[in-house]
């Protein structure tokens, strides 16, 4: 028994050599770790006070839409645009949030938007959009990053 003990040990300290895996290297873990995140999704989208204690991503995301799009009709309300142009009741919005919190607003024109005058629009709503209230940028894996997203802001005719 001694010796059968002796040669199972034996075995056991050789065969450990069998169960070596080669370690991949440094760049070929990053590569692997680089393939595998998805750069078209945040964990986390931008965010405004209001909406930071609701807990679902979801829920989040549209609350911190609603916000915005509220927020940019409200500034944009107070000003001529549904009078010089009735015909334009919708404008749609890239806004940018920069890893620093900051914001930036550009109008998206249609292809006919020969029709109106871009620049014009463009000035207005560029001192309008101002004064926001603090947006959290978006985090991907812990980091803050930037993120563009285009809302459809509707024009209310004044009466």
Not at 13 to 19: E, I, L
Not at 24 to 29: D, G, I
Not at 86 to 102: G, M, N, R, S, Y
Request: aromatic share 10%.
């Amino acid at each position: 028994m001694k010796h059968f003990s002796l040669f199972l040990a034996f075995l056991l300290f050789n065969s450990c050599q069998y169960f070596e895996k080669q370690v991949p290297s440094e760049k070929e873990l990053l590569q692997k770790e680089l393939k595998s995140i998805n750069w078209k999704e945040v964990d986390e989208y931008p965010s405004v006070v209001d909406c930071e204690k609701i807990g679902n991503k979801q829920k989040r995301r549209e609350c911190f839409f609603e916000i915005m799009a509220q927020l940019i009709q409200e500034k944009l309300d107070i000003d001529s645009l549904s009078i010089l142009y009735p015909e334009l009741d919708t404008i749609q919005v890239k806004v940018t949030v920069f890893p620093d919190a900051t914001m930036k607003f550009e109008p998206q024109f249609s292809k006919d938007s020969v029709a109106y005058d871009t620049i014009k629009i463009d000035s207005i709503l560029h001192a309008r959009l101002v004064d926001f209230p603090k947006v959290n940028p978006a985090i991907k894996r812990g980091i803050p990053v930037k993120t563009q997203f285009i809302l459809p802001v509707i024009l209310k005719a004044k009466e």
